[in-house]
């Protein structure tokens, strides 16, 4: 699958949506937006770990240490309610720009 | 947030998590688990190169990398000790020059009046025909208090010696004497107690004195119960009600200040009541907002006012007007020129520090050349690299910026030493917030300069490539050592115009203590003696005040002569005016008649002093008969008034022909007044027969001062025990006094001007240094060719003397312009003056010709093969 280069605010997105269901540790949503992209999407460590960090400092999440599946600790990230917020605000904003261009596309 | 270490150990850790996830997802899809493992570890990429782009997300990362290179710009700096000692003394120079310079300039020029009125306070003339101030008269200053709109108020004020009694010795106090609204309207503020109440400068009101900072200091070391203390002045119980703070001494250098109707002198009805009585000078502030223009337009229209209600106070002739003059600018008219050209000295010094160090930057960062242009060549970010060579310029600048400060505040007395002679401001400088500023400022300014250089340098394209061909030669491109090259030209230049401006001022200095003021000043000792006017208001009682001191001085041990006279030699004031005709001799019309000084001395003056008698006699103890009044002139008076003749026995009056003196004796010049001033015409009189009460004493000594110093306030003491002896000093002293100034300012400028030849001088060698180093294939080939030594020197003395001709060009244009600014400093010396300038042309390619000499010789001892071998 070709890999397209993703903006940053589309990443954001992808990451908070991605743990709406409930915490995670790094690969975990790694794998998981792989998922539901049907693997249109897969994001390496050198994007992934910096967006997730930047994103704690920001307040949209909250991490804390748990055990892996390898059973070695691992860091879980959870969304904070301003990370629910922000989440449900970029989803609304890209609904509108995705209908937008798509109406832009239709009447060229 | 900033625990970085324990931010470290996490990533670290949650990256291994995430490694070790994605090893055991390979396990299961069948790889072993070092395949596995090896496979994770090449799809994420590089873990380091992971948590390098974590790390630089982190906030605080700016300031912690600045910290970082702040620290590595520190070991550099350590590392090349010569270099960093080099530069900060080079920079510690030039910027404690500036420091100290520009808090002079802050202090006296920029720095507000320290009063509430600030600049708002204007001296008053009253300018006529005849005198550029007459004064104003107590009436006057009355009417124009209430008249005039332009400004808040104006206030009376003259300054006089008085006599205190009642704290030690009889203390000789000089005495401000003002309204009692003087100092609300100038906004003072007492430092302790109060100042004057409205309505004490009533004649008749209680008498109060308030003190000056420095006399409260001097005379009572700063106790603040000096409130309520009294004091006898002119017969009266004057109460202390307050203390001043630290001010200006303007428009005297005031021990005391009191209200105007204190002053017995002011104060008689006859002064006080006479409309033209002009004895007083008058003080006024603007209102806020009005202009000086408006002030000035008010005055002239009330001047005219009065003059037609008081035809006859205001006589046509005199013309009289009224004038006002800002105060800050009489404060500080005499000292801005020599403050500017100070300043311009100093930024001179700078620039020439600045390029040194700017050039022995040059050389470190070529040192350095290979390793930075391997940096740049593989991607380093060139603004991490301007910001590590931007912080190591301003860690110098910094170092010899503290340094510098520390240089100029050890020196801060001296400074206030220099200005007192210029301003009375000279107090106000200090080493404040505003001259740190700028130094701090003038550190940054630095370090861009420095850093611009090297920073341009390594950068080019072509100076990369260089650089990674030959390594750390350091031989550079040619464009570098023109743009050195240009560096010293300045650097010669600069020093050029300094040593210009130090020769001419030092030629002035020279011609100005040849200067011959007309009397013998060694071993001549004089004193003060101011009388009590009240006391001694009889010409019977002055005589015999002075009979009897002249009688005890003469039999003093150690004392050859003794004489009193109404004034000083050398007394730095201004000539007296004297209009007087001379018997049988019309004055021109149209022309200005005779005038001249007039002094009083008793009979053993000149003798004393050392002043010739040319023609007739000097008085005599019995020439004290008013009814035959003598007069004694001078020898220029002579030649411009009398011509071809004959002065002895002709007769001169003052007064129209009411009095007339025979001309008894004529007398050699002297310069009663200023060592560079012209010589002053004397008229002398018998101190007998005058009404003089502010006398001096000369005593002409055989021995050691000290002892006669106190013979001569025993005597004083024995004949009035209640008469203050003051300001005891030599006429060596005070001849020393007016070469003081330009002694200091020579010295200043001269070693500023032998500092940047220093500079210049390790300029010019290092250039040279380095032009030697590069062209070292090219020497080595001539000697091989068989060049002896004397043509290797002259080559590279060659390229020298093109920078110091080029230098010296450029110099000889800036000092012809330079040299005007401080034409008034010079005494007897042109601005174009030759000699100076083929000295200072010596100089320079005498220095320029040893700074050659060492890189010239190196060149000489060059192994031609060697050079080959290494190259």
Redo the contacts between chains.
Sequence with gaps: MAQTTLLQGTLDLLILQSLSLGPL???GVSRRIEQVTKGAFRV???SL??AL??ME?AGWLESSWGE???K????YYQLTRAGRRQLKEETSEWSRISAAIGMALRNA | MFDHEKQDH??D??????V???A?EKVKQGMTPDAARRAALIE??GVE??KE??R????GVLLQTLVQDARYAARTLRKAPVFTLAAVITLAVGIGASTAIFSMVNGVLLHRLPIGSGDRLVHMLAPSAQAPNEGYSMMEVADLNRDLKTMTGVAEYHSMAFQLYGHGDPLRVQTGVVSDRFFDMIGVKPLLGRTFLPGEEAVGAPPVVVLSYRFWMDQFHGDSSIIGASFTMNDKIHHVVGVLPPLPGYPNENDIWMPAGACPFRSAPMMLNNRAMRMVEAYAVLKPGVSMEAAQAELATVNARYRAAYPAVYPAQQRLRYAATSAREEMTARARPILLMLLATAAFLLLAAVANVANLSLSRQMRRARELALRVALGAASGRLYRQLMLESLLLALMGGAAGVLLAGSGIGLLRSVATRLTPRAGEIQMNVTVLAFTVGLCIVIALAIAAAPFAHVLSRRNIAVALRQGNVGMGTRGDLRMRSLLVVAQVAIAFVMLVGAGLLARSLVALERVDAGIDVSNVLTARLTLNFTKYNTRTSRRGFTDALLERLNTLPGVTSAALASSLPLNNGQPGNQQFQIDGVPSAPGARGPHSDVTAISPDYFRTVGIPVLRGRAFAKTDDDTTNLVAIVSRRLVATYWGARHPIGTRISADSGRHWATVIGVVGDVRQNRLDGDVTDEWYIPVQTSGANDLRAFLRTTGAMPPVVRALRGVVADVDNQQPVSSIETLEQIRGAQLAEPRLTTTLLSSFATLALILTATGLAGVIGYGVTQRLPEIAVRMALGADSRRVIALVMRDGLAIVVGGLAVGFGVSFVAARLISKLLFQVGTTDTATYVVVVAVILGTAIGACLVPSRRAVRTDPAGVFRTA
């Design positions: 540790h790094g690969m390496k460590p050198g770990f910096p960090h930047r400092q892996s599946e390898t070695r600790r691992a860091k | 996490e990533l850790e949650e990256l291994r998590a995430y070790d996830l994605v055991a994420t990429g190169q992971v782009e974590v630089d997300l982190r906030p």
